[in-house]
């Protein structure tokens, strides 16, 4: 349908240029590329693949799909690391499109990070026996329950009171995002808590629990500064999550000390 694809597509790889496809959407328009499906799509003949293509494109997992095809792409040992940034790259930018057309949101997105995290840790059962359910979240308007803190503490944690008021504590001098962040951190890493308790879960939590007396900052942002700090970065030819460098590790494990107490 488009002869011209996969010159234009090695041209674009070859110059590490993956971040946007105006270029190839152009390439598209000028080959009328749109009306062609259409036709193919209403008049298939019997051995295409093109009404189930766009199905999938459109109703299945097809972005979520050719992100995972990209990971397996880059940890794979005969890939170069030239080729495993322009895999990067265009994961970053299949993940924009997909919001920008309308297909994903971010919330799409931040909830199959965060589910491929459980699964990648091996605490699928926890998951599904202590994560919030659709019909248990506060309804707006409706207070805190008590207690809703330390039911997210793991059974191993036998003092509750003593660690809650640790927490409040911490939280009384620091409760930016990126404080709240290394806070949830710090307590994963002490398996404080059942594995896995979301962010917005966790947040919440501290909002009832602390709220009016400290100011809890929104879920976003203490979403976001938990996403960097869980990312990673090549260090010496060394992927580092960036927990563990520099000021980030320092603070993290002031506080792991701090609750230790």
Not at 232 to 245: E, H, Q, S, W
Request: contains cysteine; hydrophobic residues 40%.
């Amino acid at each position: 349908m488009v002869p011209k694809y996969e010159k234009a597509v090695t041209k674009k790889m070859n110059a590490g240029a993956s971040e946007d496809t105006l270029d190839i959407e152009a390439l598209f328009a000028e080959e009328n590329l749109g009306a062609k499906l259409v036709v193919a799509f209403d008049s298939p003949r019997k051995e295409s693949i093109i009404p189930a293509a766009m199905c999938w494109l459109f109703f299945g997992r097809s972005f979520e799909n050719m992100v995972e095809r990209g990971e397996e792409i880059i940890n794979s040992p005969n890939v170069s690391r030239f080729q495993s940034f322009i895999v990067a790259r265009t994961t970053k930018m299949l993940i924009k499109r997909s919001v920008a057309l309308g297909l994903r949101t971010r919330e799409d997105w931040d909830e199959y990070n965060r589910l491929k995290k459980v699964i990648d840790s091996g605490g699928v059962m926890d998951w599904a026996l202590y994560e919030e359910q659709p019909d248990e979240r506060r309804k707006p308007g409706r207070p805190s329950t008590a207690g809703v803190l330390a039911e997210m503490f793991a059974p191993t944690v036998r003092n509750k009171k003593k660690l809650t008021d640790k927490i409040g504590e911490y939280l009384t001098a620091k409760h930016g995002q990126t404080d709240i962040a290394r806070l949830k951190i710090a307590l994963d890493e002490l398996h404080l808590l059942v594995s896995p308790v979301s962010i917005k879960s966790f947040r919440d939590a501290l909002a009832g629990q602390y709220d009016p007396g400290i100011h809890i900052v929104h879920e976003r942002g203490i979403q976001e500064a938990h996403n960097r700090l869980t990312s990673f970065v090549p260090i010496n030819g060394v992927k580092i999550m960036v927990a563990n460098r520099d000021e980030d590790r320092t603070a993290i494990d002031e506080i792991k000390d701090f609750l230790r107490r």
